[in-house]
């Protein structure tokens, strides 16, 4: 091994030892204590967004700036970025935050795993949460699923752009243990939307706004 190429290596391992994240781990299914314990140890605020994932945005441009001016208020030195791990819509809130120099995090169903969902490249630390769900009120037990409770409990600052039922779940959840909870709406991609009630054999929605507006405006 050569001088340099030993010299990065050992940098590495020694800027995530500092930051508290021992490895990068994308496949692992993780317990609510090891998850909870993981966030702890950061000691940084857990700042979450949620919102559209598969359905996408009608504006991905306007997500990426409200996203952005809400980034501008928080230091990148004592905040981790929180998401759902995926790659698609509001996930794409990564990469910004990346390039901004903040940890990132990903909490996420076991159905992405089974699924082979594309995760975000720019997520440093990924949590399988086992869930027979993709998240949100379980309707038999009227709980929250395993992934949803795991995402409420370890945020301190939740936002909501657009959104649908999941994310609405977890906001009025939030709200209910005073967390501080932001929304600004965003309609989803308009053709997906209709596509997929075509699909269903639905009637062709007129509204596009998502649950979470319904929730909380």
């Not at 001088?3 to 995530?16: D, I, K, M, S």
């Not at 809130?93 to 995090?105: D, N, S």
């Not at 039922?165 to 709200?175: F, I």
């Amino acid at each position: 091994m050569s001088r340099l190429l030993h010299f990065l290596l050992t940098t590495l391992c020694v800027l995530y030892a500092g930051s508290g994240m021992t490895s990068m781990q994308h496949d692992k299914v993780t317990t609510p204590a090891e998850i909870r314990h993981f966030f702890e140890q950061q000691n940084k605020t857990v700042l979450t967004f949620v919102g559209y994932s598969g359905a996408g945005y009608q504006d991905p441009e306007a997500m990426i700036r409200i996203a952005a001016s809400v980034l501008n208020g928080f230091d990148p030195a004592n905040t981790i970025v929180n998401i759902g791990a995926t790659l698609q819509g509001i996930g794409a809130v990564y990469e910004l935050a990346k390039k901004r120099g903040f940890i990132t995090t990903g909490i996420v169903s076991t159905q992405a795993r089974q699924h082979a969902v594309e995760l975000s490249p720019h997520v440093d630390q990924v949590f399988f949460v086992e869930d027979e769900t993709w998240g949100g009120i379980n309707k038999a037990s009227g709980q929250l699923s395993p992934t949803s409770t795991a995402m409420v409990e370890n945020s301190d600052i939740m936002i909501a752009i657009g959104g649908g039922s999941v994310g609405r779940d977890e906001m009025l959840a939030a709200k209910h243990l005073n967390k501080e909870v932001r929304y600004f709406p965003a309609d989803m991609n308009h053709s997906r939307a209709i596509e997929k009630a075509k699909k269903k054999g639905l009637p062709v929605p007129t509204s596009f706004s998502g649950a979470v507006s319904e929730a909380l405006q």
